[in-house]
């Protein structure tokens, strides 16, 4: 049996409920249009599309990132 707060669930939902708004805002500045406009035009299949189109695109520049810190030690390494 699992028991979960209703503050732990009020936080959860608070959390989630952050999240989605700061995405409604970035992804309305994104496509130049207000949330207002977002929400009347976009369906919830392509916002939540774009939702995994960002979550894949961060990860992909993170790995590049990741992977441009790793080579910047390898070549300072050597230059020692």
Known sequence: ???VSFFRLSLLYKLLS??????????????KMTVAQL?????QEELT???????????QEQ?????AKAQGKAMSGRAR
């Open 1 to 3: 049996q699992i028991k």
């Open 18 to 31: 952050f999240r989605f708004w700061f995405f409604l805002f970035f992804l309305a500045q994104e496509l």
């Open 63 to 67: 790995k590049a990132m990741d992977q």
């Open 39 to 43: 929400t009347e035009r976009l369906t």
């Open 49 to 59: 599309s774009w939702a995994a189109y960002f979550d894949i695109r961060n990860e």
